[in-house]
């Protein structure tokens, strides 16, 4: 696996010391049986021991004094009073401990671009996104995608669906790949067209295909997983989409076996753009709709009647002005919802619990009702709801026996969580990324008594803030 100069031992070990000064036991208790070298923190096996444990799985449910035990990156036991003999120990009191949060649609690469949508037409996030995605290098696009993991794990999102509309060659989406493998994250990766691309040029599926001969080299283990970010028969950005390139590039990905994902029916003058997909035999269950703000009841039929997800991001969505999306009606027509962060250009960050939170109060404001849209139905589309849209629900998105090792601890001692009372509206009402003290994926320890054990954030703050001073220059973008 190629990596970074800029992200050598030397750094990650920098970063274990920095826990020793913290009073931690050091690099043992960050990856609970050591590191590869200039890597990643190893999976070990490790118990959390007497956690306030939300399983996120119905028949389960919640566990109030419970452990949970992990080994070799899988969850090997759920419940009281494990027997783990051997197993590094983590202290679960004033925790409340869940499955990573899944996010399900992110631009990840304009992460770079962060609170950059301006207040004029000529600034707003459309001609932002392609002025400077133009002018992007391959380093800035490893720049944007390895902040954006940073503040993933930060802000305890295990699973991200890095959604790359700015793939100007193959270099680009190499080095999309690379800070995704070694962030450590689980996510999808969806190969796009680059930003100011012609409506009549197709996706260079042929590089989707390279991708995928050698998958085996790039998945890292399986985290990472491959679609196509495609451009449908319009876009926001473009306009019309030439029938001939987005046929090709539907075909192509079908062909291929991979998911494909879409933006549609975002705003007032997209409405409509359900109905064509169905007539176009577009829809079914390797599809995913992003926003799906202006849908008939009969188009909501048929994304349900097909299998096809949805994913919402309600603070892109509100930002940018497109609507309130219908969380109700998908959920009540049995579509899989997924919640997402869209573009920090847009949303500022990736807080997933601000996320949750809108989702609900957006919901109970539209039908005016305080009960409309329960705190723990908004915490299944953070978690197991959002991993069902995205096809990873067999492997991740509850804790359980058997899957993958993808969890989070909150610390509920902390000041704005205190005092503890419900544990589904404390995680959706109240908690921040601040809060998240532990995150794991696929049994790494990734973040630990609230800091990240295999980033430096220093350092990847520092060269993104480079990255985009140039790019600044090289766009004469002020
Ligand atoms: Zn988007």
Partial sequence: MARSSTFSRRDFLGGA????????????????????PGGLPDRGEFVIRNAYVMTMERATGDLPNADVHVRGGQIVAVGAQLAAPGALELDGRGMIVLPGLVETH?????????SMAGDRKERGYFPTARTLGEAYTPNDTYQGVRLSA?????????????????????????????????????ARFSYGAAQGQSTDAPINTADIGRLQRNWKDTSNDGLLTL??????????????????????????????????????????????????????????????????????????????????????????????????????EFLAAGIPVGLSVDTTTLSGNA??????????????????????????????????????????DGRIGSLKPGKRADLIMVN???????????PAHMLVEAAQPQNVDTVVVDGRILKRRGRLTAVDVEQVVGEASAALTALRKRANWW
């Fill in 17 to 36: 010391a920095a826990f020793g000064a913290l009073g931690l036991a050091g690099c043992a208790s960050l990856s609970a049986g050591g590191s590869r």
């Fill in 106 to 114: 992110w631009h990840m690469w304009n992460t770079l671009l962060r």
């Fill in 150 to 186: 940073a503040e993933a794990i930060h802000s305890g999102i295990t699973t991200v669906h890095d959604w790359s509309h700015n793939i100007r060659g193959p270099e680009y989406a190499d080095a999309d790949l690379r800070a995704l493998r070694e962030s450590g994250i689980r």
């Fill in 227 to 328: 679609g196509l970010a495609w451009r449908g028969v319009s876009t926001s950005a473009t306009g019309t989409i030439s029938a001939a390139a987005w046929r090709k590039d539907l075909d192509a990905a079908r062909g291929m076996g991979i998911p494909i994902s879409v933006h549609a029916a975002n705003a007032r003058s997209r409405a409509g753009a359900i109905d064509v997909f169905a007539k176009e035999k577009v829809l079914g269950k390797d599809l995913q709709v992003i926003h799906a703000i202006w849908v008939s009841p009969a188009e909501i039929r048929a994304l349900a009647d097909s299998g096809t997800a949805v994913s919402l991001s309600p603070y892109t969505e509100l930002r940018i002005g497109f609507g309130l999306p219908k969380t109700g």
């Fill in 351 to 392: 807080d997933m619990f601000a996320i949750m939170k809108a989702i609900q109060n957006i919901e109970n404001v539209r039908h005016e009702d305080e009960f409309r849209l329960p705190a723990r139905r908004v915490l299944e589309l953070g978690t197991i709801e959002g991993a069902r849209s995205l096809g990873l």
């Fill in 412 to 422: 509920t001692r902390d000041v704005n969580l205190g005092v503890f009372s419900d």
